[in-house]
């Protein structure tokens, strides 16, 4: 079993910026690629940002130039989302992840943490 737990939510203004943690502990060796999801009220989790266990990454082209993942491996997997220019439309719950890669721009996940709440206000 991995655990995730997200941090560093909160409300924001507009162009303001929000960094976003997200630590795994318990199986935390067989951690592969990371990644983080949101989801607006009404609408479908979405995917944000997605990085391997060898740095590649891959954006939504709604937060691509605003938004950089990165992760720290050198205790328990840690994954960053450094959200900058937000915009009220970034707005939702925002999910940390994990899994494999299974194809170009594919992924299947096999953890979740409990979300971490992002508002922005105009």
């Known amino acids: 079993q991995v655990q995730l737990v997200e941090s560093g939510g909160g409300l924001v203004q507009a162009g303001g910026s929000l960094r976003l943690s997200c630590a795994a502990s318990g199986r935390a060796v067989s951690i592969n690629t990371m990644g983080w999801y949101r989801q607006a009220p009404g609408k479908q989790r979405e995917l944000v940002a997605v990085?391997?266990?060898?740095?590649?990454?891959?954006y939504a082209d709604s937060v691509k130039g605003r938004v950089t993942i990165s992760r720290d491996n050198v205790k328990n997997p840690t994954v960053y989302l450094q959200m900058n220019s937000l915009k009220p439309e970034d707005t939702a719950v925002y999910y940390c992840?994990?899994?494999?890669?299974?194809?170009?721009?594919?992924?299947?996940?096999?953890?979740w943490g409990q979300g971490t709440q992002v508002t922005v206000s105009s």
């Open positions: 990085i391997t266990s060898g740095g590649s990454t891959d």
């Open positions: 992840s994990t899994g494999v890669v299974v194809g170009v721009n594919r992924y299947e996940w096999d953890y």
